[in-house]
């Protein structure tokens, strides 16, 4: 799933372990979801956005339109 992962958090000054921290998940877990090699879960991908105050749909694009 295309996502707005990494430009958001470059734009805090996070690094992918410091995101991790803040949604309780790995460095790892982080570098697969900016990569797209996996999709979040509903429940982290709502963990995601409320982290950075935005709506699902600002951070993650439907791949079916």
């Known amino acids: ?3 707005h992962l990494r430009t958001l958090r470059t734009a805090q000054g996070w ?5 991790g921290r803040r949604l309780g ?3 790892q877990a ?9 999709d979040p879960s509903l ?3 709502y963990r995601i956005a409320a982290v ?6 600002a ?5 079916h339109g």
Do not use: C, W, Y
Request: glycine residues 2%; charged residues 30%; hydrophobic residues 40%.
């Open 25 to 27: 998940v790995s460095r």
């Open 1 to 3: 799933m295309k996502n």
């Open 43 to 45: 429940d982290l991908a």
């Open 30 to 38: 982080i570098n697969a979801l900016e990569t797209e090699k996996h």
């Open 52 to 57: 950075f105050g935005l709506a699902v749909e």
């Open 59 to 63: 951070i993650f694009e439907n791949p």
């Open 15 to 19: 690094t992918q372990e410091e995101l």
